[in-house]
């Protein structure tokens, strides 16, 4: 199976030459996620923490609704041809799975592709009702030290983040793909493998946020957004809809909050309920 990161050797054309240098790459394979003896879907995605990449699709996609209703996982390299997630579920989520299969026409990690009608394109996550309250000041310092934890950008500068953080404990789990959707799949893969509740503190996304981020998020319980660009109009009223509060736009000297502000305090005190 191919490192994730992978050493190139590209020629700089710059003052009128070129020249050669050394950049390391991300690697991006084909990754498809299979349960039982079908194929769900097929993604192009990095080669790291697949295991969480698989539980997590698996949950915001709703084909599971815990981790333990995956009996096994198998992480399986095909050659040149990418790499197999491959699954089987508890006799009861199986059969829900395969009555819901026969509907699907194709699944990508958007989320949205393959629905079958508009109204299942629009139709809103779980609403989230939530007490937790975090200061704003605790938010921009996570949103700050997250580069520092990117291990595969650092390297790449071309691969996307997303972290959980805990105002108990800070940023405590954080994973990396060079698609954003993945990134947060893993992540929501990694938490609920160990057990930790998104509902406890905050996504943080160094990606732009569009609808499918959103459901994730709201699908995940996270009742804290926050991301470094603009988010679309769409994303902006589903997650005022659903009690998400999502603030963007992340920068060294503060955040702009798009929809439910009370849960982000200005002051340094918070109450987490």
């Known amino acids: 199976m191919a490192e994730p990161v992978q050493r190139s050797a590209p020629l700089v054309w710059r003052g009128g030459a070129f020249f050669p240098r050394d950049r390391f790459v991300p690697e991006e394979t084909a990754i498809a996620l299979s349960y039982g003896r079908s194929t769900y879907a097929v993604m192009m995605g990095t080669p790291a923490d697949l295991e969480d990449f698989a539980v997590g699709f698996s949950l915001n996609e709703g084909i599971v609704a815990d981790p333990a209703e995956i009996e096994e996982l198998q992480v399986v390299p095909r050659g040149p041809l990418g790499i197999e997630l491959r699954m089987t579920l508890t006799s009861g989520r199986d059969d829900a799975y395969v009555k819901r299969r026969r509907h699907i026409a194709g699944v990508t990690g958007c989320g949205m592709c393959g629905l079958e009608s508009l109204e299942e394109a629009t139709r809103l996550p779980p609403r989230i009702a939530s007490d937790l309250r975090l200061p704003a000041a605790a938010l921009a310092g996570a949103m700050a030290a997250i580069g520092a934890l990117q291990s595969l950008n650092r390297q790449t500068h071309a691969v996307h983040g997303a972290a959980f953080f805990d105002p108990a404990a800070g940023v405590v789990a954080l994973r990396e793909d060079v698609g954003r959707h993945n990134a947060l799949d893993k992540l929501a893969g990694a938490l609920a493998r160990a057990g930790i509740s998104p509902a406890r503190g905050a996504l943080l996304l160094t990606s732009r946020v569009s609808i499918e981020m959103v459901n994730k998020a709201a ?41 439910h502000p009370e849960r982000i305090l200005a002051e340094a005190a918070a109450h987490v309920a």
């Open 219 to 259: 699908t995940m319980g996270a009742p804290v957004l926050v991301a470094v660009s603009v988010p679309t109009a769409f994303a902006v009223r589903v997650a005022e809809a659903v009690g998400l509060t999502l603030a963007a736009v992340a920068r060294a000297d503060g955040f702009e909050v798009f929809t």
